[in-house]
């Protein structure tokens, strides 16, 4: 059953991939991950940290490039929304980190990677914001 459960997880990604460009942080994960060094517990952990870092950086950068597009009532309204977010983010982390407490060596695998999703969510978000209103 775990068998059947892992390769439809990769059928699911593979399908939602098909025709997509890769981003760079995804392409630099994968490598990451493909290394021996990333096959260890703390190696996969470590690649995932560094992918986050570069979520984030790209998040702030996306925030920035918006804020330096907008008129002022557009920057007053993704201020806000970005506050907002950023008190979500807090405490879908602390959800995370609780359903992730009991778990050993593999917990902090996904606890590292839930968290990775959240902010790379929201990167996306606001690259389409970028793409709409500055193409």
Not at 55 to 79: I, R, V
Not at 113 to 131: M, P
């Amino acid at each position: 059953m775990r068998l059947v459960t892992t390769l439809f997880i990769v059928f699911i990604s593979c399908t939602l991939s098909f025709g997509q460009k890769k981003h760079s942080i995804k392409e630099f994960l994968e490598d990451c991950l493909a290394k021996s060094s990333g096959q260890t517990t703390a190696g996969s952990v470590d690649c995932i940290g560094q992918a986050y870092k570069m979520w984030d950086d790209e998040l702030n950068s996306q925030y920035k490039n918006l804020m330096n597009s907008m008129n002022p009532t557009q920057k007053q309204k993704l201020k806000n929304a970005q506050v907002q977010w950023i008190k979500f983010r807090d405490l879908e982390f602390e959800m995370i980190d609780a359903v992730y407490a009991d778990f050993r060596s593999m917990g902090s695998q996904l606890r590292s990677n839930d968290r990775l999703e959240v902010v790379k969510k929201r990167t996306l978000e606001l690259t389409s914001l970028n793409k709409l209103i500055n193409n």
